[in-house]
C-alpha cells in the first residue's frame, strides 16, 4: 500500500521567517509527487516534481525531490501572513490515484 | 480557461437521504477523479474515471457509486445518508490517465443531520 508522511503536523512561524516542510512517501512505480495548498477551499496545485535533483521555483517558494531517499521538501522564503495554510503532498499510483499525506498546518504571524 | 466546476456547492441532507453532486472538469481533461476529505481522515480517495470508465475505486461501501458521462462530466452519488458522510467532496480533473498535472474543483461541502 502507497504511503505518504508529512510533517511537521503543524507549524507557527512569524512573517520574513522561512519554512521547510517535508514529505516522505513509500510507493510502488514512483512517477511524481505533486504539492498543493489547500485554504479552507479546494487545494491548488503548487508543483509537480518527476525528477530528482531538479528544483521548482515559483517566486518564494520552490521544492526539490530526491528519489533515492524518498522524499521531498516544500520551502517557503520571507513567509507572509497569506501562506497561512494547510500544504499537502500527494503521490499518484499508475494511474490518477493520489495518496496524500497528512498535510502540514502553517500558520504565518503578522 | 475555467477550472473544475463542482455543484452544489454547500448542501445539507438528513440521514437515509440520497445525494448526487456533480463535476465538469477542466476543459479538454478527460481523466476524473472523486475524494472525500474529514478532519480524521484527511483526503481520500473514491473514484477514479476516464472515457466513461471506472478505473479505480477507493475503500469506500457501495453505497458510494459515480458515473463519467461522454463529455467527460462526473456525477457521483451516495445513497442512504449517514452522520459519517459529512465531509467536503472534492472533484480532480487530468488531461489523461496518468503523468499530468491533476488539478481540484473548490468542492461540495455536505452536511448529514
Redesign the interface.
Known sequence: EDKVVQSPLSLVVHEGDTVTLNCSYEVTNF??L?W?KQEK?????LF?LTSSGIEKKSGRLSSILDKKELFSILNITATQTGDSAIY?C?A?????????G??TRLMVKP | KAGVTQTPRYLIKTRGQQVTLSCSPISGHRSVSWYQQTPGQGLQFLFEYFSETQRNKGNFPGRFSGRQFSNSRSEMNVSTLELGDSALYLCASSLTVSGNTIYFGEGSWLTVV
Open positions: 512517477r511524481s505533486l498543493y477551499k479546494a487545494p491548488t496545485f509537480m499537502l500527494a499518484p499510483d499508475a494511474g490518477n490515484m493520489l495518496t496524500f497528512g498535510g
